[in-house]
């Protein structure tokens, strides 16, 4: 399946793995990108150093494409902007901010540059400023979001602007990819699916709990203070509403978040740590390689396109 986006990335399959935030690591970015996708590594909040040397561990992986994503929120931003740059790699996603101040850098290297937006204003702004791709994110999706559902946003942006769009949020399995591309994207980006893997290596509890995930099981948090995050309903959720409705201020709020995600992640605390799913966790329910993940969407979305 050749579109502007395989082209662009050198890859097989427009499939790119959402770049999320330490569930996203070496192991997994490989494993997406030997598997014919276009794997990610999810700097976070991490340093520039562990960025490279997952970098690293990539590269003695596998020779196949595969890029980073630069949170541009992180204190480390700036030094994981310079580490990307000197490895050259194929391709930065960027979220939760503007990249233009990367821009040039990025591109005198020939790095291939594909943000996040949430609206078509940033869609536009980032076509301007020399974006080779953008990312159309619908509020279905895991962790930082915004408003616009993905059926709504998707059309618009690929309405507005020139360069290619790739559909994400709430997107699984083969029928969502299809629908993304009847919508006007050129490739899908997908998370959630990829977090129960076999290659990812984030705690088996956090698996479980998007394994086991209901329909209505997602939550959004931080709605108030302008920060919106989707995650599994837990004991910390409930209690995160509830002083969210009481008018508790922003750093009491993020107070109760602090180091979630990691603690969900790493020590595998689905209780009280952040388990950033999307809404389309209800629709997982078994364990697959990467490998598996991406050929079955792949045959599933081909034979529903050639309908």
């Not at 399959?13 to 070496?26: D, L, T």
């Not at 998707?154 to 299809?178: E, K, L, T």
């Not at 409705?245 to 602090?258: K, P």
């Not at 809404?279 to 079955?296: P, V, Y």
Request: some cysteine; proline content about 3%.
């Amino acid at each position: 399946m050749k579109t502007r986006v395989t082209e662009l990335l050198g890859i097989e399959k427009p499939i790119i793995q959402g770049g999320m935030a330490w569930v996203a690591e070496s192991h997994l970015a490989a494993a997406v990108s030997k598997a014919g996708g276009f794997g990610i590594i999810g700097a976070g909040n991490a340093p520039g150093d562990l960025v490279r040397k997952y970098i690293h561990e990539v590269r003695e992986m596998t020779d196949r494409p595969f890029g980073v994503n630069v949170m541009l929120m992180s204190p480390f931003a700036d030094e994981v902007a310079q580490v990307v740059t000197e490895e050259k790699i194929a391709a930065v996603t960027t979220g939760a901010g503007n990249p233009e101040k990367y821009m040039e850098q990025w591109k005198a290297v020939n790095i291939k540059v594909i943000p996040v937006v949430a609206s078509v204003a940033l869609a536009k702004r980032m076509q301007r400023c020399g974006a080779d791709a953008v990312v159309a994110e619908g509020t279905e999706s895991g962790g930082h979001i915004g408003q616009a559902t993905t059926m709504t946003l998707v059309p618009q942006v690929v309405d507005a602007v020139d360069i290619p769009v790739i559909g994400a949020g709430g997107i699984a399995d083969g029928r969502g990819m299809a629908a993304a591309f009847m919508l006007g994207a050129e490739a899908v980006q997908i998370g959630t699916r990829f977090v129960v893997s076999d290659e990812c290596t984030v705690h088996e509890k956090y698996k479980e709990r998007i394994l086991k995930a209901k329909d209505i099981d997602s939550e959004v948090t931080g709605r108030s203070h302008g920060h919106p995050v989707r995650g599994l309903r837990n004991k910390m959720t409930r209690e995160y509403l509830k002083k969210e409705a009481e008018g508790a201020t922003f750093e009491e709020l993020e107070n109760m978040t602090l180091g979630g995600l990691r603690r969900a992640v790493v020590e595998g605390d689905t209780d009280t740590g952040s388990v950033l799913a999307g809404q389309i966790a209800g629709m997982i329910h078994k364990r697959q390689s990467c490998q598996e993940i991406i050929d079955e969407i792949m045959a599933e979305a081909e034979k529903l396109m050639k309908l």
